[in-house]
């Protein structure tokens, strides 16, 4: 089975198209902010979160149910694809029913094989998969660039410059696509 949550208008034929409101006509109505949702454990192959996560779980304890939610339903190398504004993009910025801020870094948080590396270490970052026993990896990331960077770079403009761009101008980055890994396999501490 591959879920696609949030679906909006943007259906996806041979998926379950689920969302909060059925004006949009979804396969099933889903809040995603209500646990447990109504799939088994270890049923889900695939699932795509297209600008739908940074809507939802504004308190840090209900995004946290939201990704155990996840990884319970989700199969042993389950996918998981996550499209999220930037959050240094008015994409981000105008709408009032954005949250929270997603990056990959957020995701990586949930990777419990990099958290029992961070305990060995020391390391001042809090083990979110560890605490909640779960494990995401995330695997590919893709950056859609703003027009002013499409521009720069059509201009010949240097990596550096761009990098710099990237990293001090609004609007650089629109949009992050990531790909993610649900693995149900962990050594133990
Ligand atoms: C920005 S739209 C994205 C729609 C579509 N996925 C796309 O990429 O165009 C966000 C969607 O998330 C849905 N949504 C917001 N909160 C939700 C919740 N708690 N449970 C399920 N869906 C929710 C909205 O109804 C809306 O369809």
């Known amino acids: 089975m591959k879920i696609n949550f949030g679906c909006g208008s943007k259906k996806i034929e041979g998926w379950l198209n689920v969302d909060l409101f059925d004006s949009v006509e979804p396969d099933m109505i889903l809040d995603m902010e209500k646990t447990p949702w109504p799939f088994s454990s270890n049923s889900v192959d695939e699932m795509l979160f297209s600008h739908v996560l940074e809507h939802v779980g504004a308190m840090p304890n209900d995004f946290l149910n939201i990704i155990k939610e996840i990884y319970r339903i989700a199969k042993d190398g389950c996918v998981l694809n996550i499209y999220v504004p930037h959050p240094r993009h008015e994409h981000f910025i105008i709408d009032p029913t954005h949250c929270r801020v997603i990056l990959p870094a957020t995701m990586e948080m949930f990777n419990r094989d ?36 499409r521009e720069a770079q059509a201009a010949g403009v240097s990596e550096k410059e761009i990098q710099k761009m990237i990293y001090t101008e609004l609007n650089s980055i629109q949009e992050i696509r990531m790909s993610l890994l649900v693995s149900k396999e962990w050594e133990s501490i």
């Open 114 to 149: 990099k958290n029992l590396e961070q305990i060995k270490n020391k390391e001042t970052i809090t083990p979110l998969g560890f605490f909640h026993d779960v494990n995401i990896k995330v695997q590919k990331i893709n950056y859609i660039y703003g027009f002013r960077v």
